[in-house]
Nanobody, 124 residues
């Protein structure tokens, strides 16, 4: 069982930055691929970024490439999402997710554990 708690969301102006963090419980954190997903108002949840268990491989949806960076610190059981050059379209509830496999996935149904989410609001 893995419990995930996100933090770091908030209100920021367009062009600004935020850093989201996700703290995970458990002793075998490096066995889990981690992902960030988001759900914008009136839209379905979508994939944002993911990272392999060892942190070597990262994946991003096209709309965030070059602006968002996912990283993890396995010694601390944390995964972060550094967000730069934020746009109003990035406004959403951001979720951290863990997959019981060291390989990441773009598909939300392949992640077994989810946090409660942290709100990111980008004003124009």
């Amino acid at each position: 069982q893995v419990q995930l708690v996100e933090s770091g969301g908030g209100l920021v102006q367009a062009g600004g930055s935020l850093r989201l963090s996700c703290a995970a419980s458990g002793r075998t954190f490096n066995n889990y691929a981690m992902g960030w997903f988001r759900r914008a108002p009136g839209k379905e949840r979508e994939f944002v970024a993911a990272i392999s268990g060892g942190g070597r491989n990262t994946y991003y949806t096209d709309s965030v490439k070059g602006r968002l960076t996912i990283s993890r610190a396995n010694a601390k059981n944390t995964v972060d999402l550094q967000m730069r050059s934020l746009k109003p379209d990035d406004t959403a509830l951001y979720f951290c997710a863990a997959r019981s496999n060291y390989r990441p996935s773009y598909e939300s149904y392949e992640y077994q554990y989810w946090g409660q989410g942290t709100q990111v609001t980008v004003s124009s």
